[in-house]
T-cell receptor, first 116, second 110 residues
């Protein structure tokens, strides 16, 4: 139990569908992140939120739309995805930002997304 | 650009010591972290180095040399449960974002 819960654990969708991934953290953190993990590739940062404000968008296509209604919840809305978007999507949270200070990120178990 | 390099696979036996190296090239650097990920699971934080030297946490130690852009994770008294992927990650920028390496798959054999 990492304190970060992601739902659903698995999702299969067609390219024309719209779905959302949900992340909830129970750690009292104020920063949240979305990462994409594809086979044979490093984890790729997608978005960073601090106190519900998006502070980083790592050149992610607009078919991925994040939403952070409060500091405990983070969503990733998906629409018109492509087969290459099939991957494990990981959510993480941290206490905040600090240069040179240990601020470990706590990850959820991820959502395994398959695009047909 | 930013990149991190680490070996793709390492094999060791129970009770042994293994070192996983990581070299990095980044435009901004605040620290080097290590994460463990068992197959299909959440990456979990192991250690963090912001300054040169060795940090020890139980059986795991991590080392950083900022001048060499190099670090390593040292795992001692290996156990079967240590079989997992290990990722180094650089913290860069004001948003605490992590840039990850491609991961090292450690296989511990009896």
């Amino acid at each position: 139990e990492t304190g970060v819960t992601q739902t659903p654990r698995h999702l299969v969708m067609g390219m024309t569908n719209k779905k959302s991934l949900k992340c909830e953290q129970h750690l009292g953190h104020n920063a949240m992140y979305w990462y994409k993990q594809s086979a044979k590739k490093p984890l790729e940062l997608m978005f960073v939120y601090s106190l519900e404000e998006r502070v980083e968008n790592n050149s992610v296509p607009s078919r991925f739309s994040p939403e952070c209604p409060n500091s405990s919840h983070l969503f990733l809305h998906l629409h018109t995805l492509q087969p290459e978007d099939s991957a494990l999507y990981l959510c993480a949270s941290s206490q905040g930002f600090g240069t040179g200070v240990k601020q470990p990120q706590h990850f959820g178990d991820g959502t395994r997304l398959s695009i047909l | 650009g930013q990149s991190l390099e680490q070996p793709s696979e390492v094999t060791a036996v129970e009770g042994a010591i293994v070192q996983i190296n990581c070299t990095y090239q980044t435009s901004g650097f605040y620290g080097l972290s290590w994460y463990q990920q068992h197959d299909g699971g959440a990456p979990t934080f192991l250690s963090y180095n912001a300054l040169d030297g060795l940090e020890e946490t139980g059986r795991f130690s991590s080392f950083l040399s900022r001048s060499d852009s190099y670090g390593y994770l040292l795992l001692q008294e290996l156990q079967m449960k240590d079989s997992a992927s290990y990722f180094c990650a650089v913290s860069g920028g004001a948003t605490n974002k992590l840039i990850f390496g491609t991961g090292t798959l450690l296989a511990v054999q009896p």
